[in-house]
C-alpha cells in the first residue's frame, strides 16, 4: 500500500479523530435507541424546552434537512413532541416527552464518558494539552467559517 504523504496533516488527523470519536460514541448511544445525529437533540431539547427547529439551526450551525430529519426521527421514537407555535404557524416549537426525559440522563451519561475518554487523550500527550487548550483550539478552528 502507498504512503499517505498528507497523513500527518492536521485536516486529516482532524478527520481521522473525529469518525472515531464519533464511531465510539454510536456504540455508546445504540443500546438507547438513538444515534450520533441525535443525542444532541435530547440534550438541547432538555436544557432549552420549547425551542424551535429554526434556532437550532441557527444557533447550532446545523443544516436545516438534517435537523428536520432527526427531529422527525426522534418525533417517532416516541421522545420529542412537535407543536406548530401559537405566536408563528410557520414555526414549531419542540420538547421532550416523558420518554425523552427518561433517555435524557443515559444519554448525558453516554456523553460525559465519551467526554472522559477524549480527556484523557489529552492527558495521555504528557500532560502537555489541557482540555481547556484543546477546546480552545477548536473554537478558533469553528471560527474559520465566519472570516
Known sequence: MMRDKNDQTIMKQLHVASNIA???????LKPLGVNSSQYFFVLKLHDDPGVTQDQLVREDSRHQSNVNREISRLVDLGFVDKRQSTTDGRRYQLWLTEAGEDLYPKVKAALDAQEKVLSECLTAADGRVTQADFLAVLHRITQLDSK
Request: aromatic share 0%; no cysteine.
Open 22 to 28: 464519533l464511531r465510539v460514541l454510536e456504540r455508546r
